[in-house]
Each structure stands twice: as C-alpha cells, then as structure tokens.
C-alpha cells in the first residue's frame, strides 16, 4: 500500500521509521497546510454563524407562532439555517476527507493516519520539506498473508483447482507445515517445462 499526502503542505514532524510496524489510524506524518486552515477556519466560521441563526430561527418561529411576525419572516430564518448547516456539513466533510478526522487540526496543522496494516518499506519525505497533494510519502506491505508459488506438470493440470487445501513445508523451517488454499491457476503452458504456474495464499504468523 501507499500513502500520499491529501493536500500540498509542509512535514513538520514524521512518526514512523522504515521497518516500522504500523496499526489501522497510527499518526504518520503531521502536516502543515494552508488549505487545511483554511477548511477549519470556514468550518469555525459557519458553527459561529449556526448558533446565531438558530437563535433567529426559534426567535422568529415564536413570534410567528404568536401572530407577532409574519410567516415570510419565519420562513427567511428557516431557509437562512437549513443554508449554514449544509455550508457547515459541507466544511467538515472536506475536512474529514482531507485529514481523516473532524477533530485535531489547529491552524491547519493535521496528523496524517495509516489507513492500512503493516510495515513502513519506504519513505519519500523529510523535516521541513514541502509537499504536494498526491505526494507519494510512504510505501508499506501488510505481510499478515502471502503467497507461496509453485509450477505444476501440464498432465497434473486436472488435480487441483480453486480453493484447494494444500500443505508447503519451506527449507528454511523444516519442522513447520504450513497450510493454505490455491488462489490462482495459471492459463498458459511454458512451452519449455510443460508447467502451469499455481498461487497459494498464506497466513503469515511471523
């Protein structure tokens, strides 16, 4: 898997190392971006603004209730707060997007989380540098299952099939039996070997 920035910013501060195992919404990278401040800055805006128009929304449906105010009047603060709610719905969504959260970001400063399992095997970013969206700042391998590949004889081709159970013994643990289940049988003969490729996949307990 790969992890690109969202937006163009700077890296203030990086969390994980290569060979670093990484957890479903570990903080990478903290980025720092005038376009995240800008979203909580609308965002902040809008909330203020909401509060005020709900206070005039139930101001002027009170009054309209009491025939003091006319219906265009209730229905002007109706439609005025149905607007800055879906402004402010709006806002937080391209925030949650961007930044993955609705919660931490302070002056456009954000922690960019792993949004995968596994391990950091590649890093593409320094303190301080700047960023732009879809920058490629780590690369990562989730080992938890792999493949094991093997090549069979053409005149085997009709002793195994998809989902079969096998057992692989590896020279490098000879005292483990590892069991898994074939996941893709090869179309295409090697002319020279007369072998068909064949996958297996693997839980990975290492």
Same mark, same amino acid.
């Given at each position: 898997?790969?992890?690109?920035?969202?937006?163009? %910013?700077?890296?203030?501060?990086?969390?994980?190392?290569?060979?670093?195992?990484?957890?479903?919404?570990?903080?990478?990278?903290?980025?720092?971006?005038?376009?995240? !401040?800008?979203?909580?800055?609308?965002?902040?805006?809008?909330?203020? *603004?909401? *509060?005020?128009?709900?206070?005039?929304?139930?101001?002027?449906?009170?009054?309209? *209730?009491? %025939?003091?105010?006319?219906?265009?009047?209730?229905? #002007?603060?109706? !439609?005025?707060?149905?607007?800055?709610? !879906?402004?402010?719905?709006? #806002?937080?969504?391209?925030?949650?997007?961007?930044?993955?959260?609705?919660?931490?970001?302070?002056?456009?400063?954000?922690?960019?989380?792993?949004?995968?399992? %596994?391990?950091?095997?590649?890093?593409?970013?320094?303190?301080?540098?700047?960023?732009?969206?879809?920058?490629?700042?780590?690369?990562?391998?989730?080992?938890?299952?792999?493949? #094991?590949?093997?090549?069979?004889?053409?005149?085997?081709?009709?002793?195994?099939?998809?989902?079969?159970?096998?057992?692989?013994?590896?020279?490098?643990?000879?005292?483990?039996?590892?069991?898994?289940?074939?996941?893709?049988?090869?179309?295409?003969?090697?002319?020279?070997?007369?072998?068909?490729?064949?996958?297996?996949?693997?839980?990975?307990?290492?």
């Amino acid at each position: 898997f790969e992890v690109n920035s969202p937006v163009q %910013g700077r890296i203030r501060t990086i969390f994980v190392n290569l060979g670093d195992f990484v957890g479903l919404g570990q903080p990478l990278v903290q980025i720092e971006s005038p376009e995240i !401040a800008k979203l909580a800055s609308e965002a902040n805006q809008f909330t203020a *603004e909401l *509060e005020l128009a709900k206070s005039t929304y139930e101001r002027e449906k009170s009054l309209y *209730e009491d %025939g003091i105010s006319a219906k265009k009047d209730f229905e #002007a603060a109706k !439609a005025n707060l149905a607007g800055i709610e !879906a402004k402010l719905i709006s #806002a937080k969504n391209n925030l949650n997007i961007l930044t993955g959260s609705l919660d931490g970001v302070s002056d456009g400063v954000f922690n960019l989380s792993s949004h995968k399992l %596994g391990t950091i095997t590649g890093r593409n970013i320094t303190v301080g540098q700047v960023v732009g969206t879809n920058h490629s700042l780590f690369k990562g391998i989730n080992f938890s299952s792999i493949w #094991a590949s093997a090549d069979i004889y053409e005149k085997d081709q009709n002793k195994v099939s998809l989902g079969q159970k096998v057992f692989i013994m590896l020279d490098g643990i000879p005292d483990k039996v590892f069991e898994g289940k074939i996941n893709y049988i090869g179309s295409v003969v090697n002319n020279q070997t007369r072998t068909i490729p064949v996958k297996v996949v693997l839980q990975n307990p290492y």
